[in-house]
């Protein structure tokens, strides 16, 4: 029996109760009415404000964000708030502003449909429609990676159950395999979260911030084992922090090394080798996004363009003593307020620094006054000669015509999308700051011979990681 035991919750059923109560229904045709007008009112701001530049804005006017979520200033998205306000931006409301930058802690694709169905440019918003196939976890139970425990979409509410009393067949209950010799450090559970971002689909280019990695402590010792104290083997809000753990506090807090090498250090005196774990957390990653572009990508196509979205979500696995890496769910908003634990601020900050950088929402200092892709190739920071790779095979005789994929990177075949494409990549490559690329994946100069892997990638994505092999030919920096 011990052996079946396995993690498990099941998802509230209780919506169907408020539905049955006429009240609560008048209420809801009342809102409903409220939002329609709301949205009539709004268009016809819009109209009013249709001359507008669809550009960047220029320095004399002031960046604008707007938030959505539930209570908003009870302190949650204070570091968000407080980073882009020192980025320059004001906050605006979601209605009546030109907003440059939407950051959404709740899905914002099904209430806020017609204000983002078809967005300017310039215009950023830090979700992908659809963006539930990557980080829902009934979803990733199929994603083909191994798997620890049995959750639901539920947070709380996990235990473990014999087998036998599961009832597999109730809706949003699912199995994930159960780690048995998870990895403990002075005896306790660990999940290790890693800040990955999502900064373009078709062709699909994702980062995981590099700079530090969240690493979560069970309160309670994992032995001697006992299903009833979730304590143990559950990760809550009320965890065990890393500065709390006697073997790893001399690296953070004595020597002041972050979460990760303080976690890297204390393996190697175990003597083993933490990269073991890091490569198994990249490919993880990797194929777990390779495998959910389709899905974002028809998801986005309701949508002006996929170019207005990137996404930042948190991927919590588990280790085992064998160093097996295990892929647990993935956090469409992961918990940035520190609150709870104030020494975390600053790297929350720094996660957030990084992936405004990245994607191009803190301004650099210097504004283009370009706005098409032909004017900015002749602005300084990005030249037509900063995209092309591969002189001597587009050179060569073999280039003569565009028929070898190949060669669509070459200067005759170039299409006007794909240098689109390759410019975003080259400037988001300049702003990436502390964090590292894991799709198209960098290579290591002992796999550069072997060239890219790409079996079974669509052709952008294809053309995506043969560039940046070329440029990592070039140079080392792009590797
Ligand atoms: C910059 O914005 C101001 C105010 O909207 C406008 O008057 C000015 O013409 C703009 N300058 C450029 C170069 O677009
Ligand atoms: C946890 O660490 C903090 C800071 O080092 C310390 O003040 C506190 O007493 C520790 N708590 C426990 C339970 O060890
Ligand atoms: C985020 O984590 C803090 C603990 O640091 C907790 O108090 C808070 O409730 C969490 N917020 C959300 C929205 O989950
Ligand atoms: C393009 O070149 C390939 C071989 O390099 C050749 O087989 C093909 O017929 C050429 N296509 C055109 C349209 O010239």
């Known amino acids: 029996m011990e052996f079946n035991m396995m993690l498990m919750s099941r998802l509230f059923r209780s919506t169907s109760s408020i539905m049955r109560n006429k009240s609560a229904v008048l209420v809801m045709v ?4 409220l939002v329609i007008t709301f949205n009539f009112w709004n268009v016809l701001y819009l109209e009013s404000k249709r001359d507008c530049p669809d550009l960047f804005p220029n320095n004399s006017q002031p960046l604008v964000y707007a938030a959505f979520g539930r209570k908003l200033d009870s302190g949650y998205l204070e570091h968000v708030f407080t980073l882009l306000e020192r980025a ?53 139970a199929t994603s083909g990676k191994k798997k620890t425990q049995k959750k639901s979409n539920n947070h709380r509410g996990i ?31 660990f999940d290790i979260g890693v800040y990955t971002i999502i900064s373009s689909i078709e062709p699909l280019r994702v980062y995981i911030y590099d700079g530090d990695i969240l690493f979560r402590f069970c309160p309670e010792k994992y032995h001697p084992f006992d299903e009833k104290e979730i304590d143990k083997y559950v990760i809550g809000d009320d965890y065990l922090p890393i500065w709390n753990v006697s073997s790893l506090k001399p690296y953070y807090s004595d020597l002041g090394f972050g979460m990760k090498e303080s976690f890297n250090a204390y ?39 996929s170019r207005n979205f990137f996404e930042m979500i ?84 073999r280039c003569v015509n565009c028929s070898n994929v190949e060669c669509k990177l070459c200067k005759p075949c170039l299409t006007n999308e794909l240098k ?60």
């Not at 009342?30 to 009415?33: A, I």
């Not at 894991?438 to 294809?462: A, C, H, R, W």
Request: charged residues 25%; hydrophobic residues 40%; contains cysteine.
């Open 159 to 189: 235990k473990i159950q014999p087998l036998i009393d599961l009832d597999l067949k109730t809706p949003g209950t699912f199995v994930q395999e159960y780690v048995r010799k998870p990895l403990l450090i002075d005896g306790h559970k």
């Open 314 to 397: 948190r991927v919590d696995f588990v280790v085992d003593e064998d160093l097996n890496v295990f892929i647990m769910e993935a956090n469409m908003s992961p918990n940035l307020s520190s609150q709870h634990f104030p020494p975390n601020r600053l790297m929350y900050e720094q996660v957030i620094y990084n992936v405004l950088k990245l994607i191009g929402i803190i301004p650099s200092g210097y504004r283009n006054s370009a706005g098409t892709d032909d004017e900015l190739l002749s602005q300084p920071e990005v030249a037509f000669k900063d995209l092309v790779v591969f002189p001597e095979r587009c050179a060569a005789s």
């Open 30 to 33: 009342t809102l409903g009415l």
């Open 420 to 479: 689109t494409v390759l410019i975003e990549a080259f400037k988001e490559h300049t702003r990436r700051h502390l964090c590292r690329r894991v799709v198209p994946p960098s290579l290591m100069p002992e796999e550069m011979e072997d060239g890219v892997d790409v079996k079974g990638l669509t052709e952008i994505n294809q053309l995506m990681h043969f560039w940046f092999h070329g440029k990592c030919l070039l140079e080392s920096s792009w590797c």
């Open 267 to 305: 393996l190697l005196t175990l003597g083993k080798d933490p990269k073991i774990v890091w490569q198994q957390v990249d490919d993880a990653i990797r194929t777990m996004l390779l495998r959910r572009e389709l899905s974002l990508a028809s998801a986005s196509s309701k949508f002006a363009s």
């Open 88 to 140: 320059g931006y004001v906050r605006g409301r979601i209605y009546s502003s030109d907003w440059n930058l939407l950051w959404a802690y709740e899905y914002p694709f099904r209430v806020l449909k017609t204000q983002l169905v078809n967005l300017a440019k310039h215009k950023k918003v830090n979700h992908f429609p659809g963006s539930g196939y990557i980080t829902n976890k009934v979803n990733l």
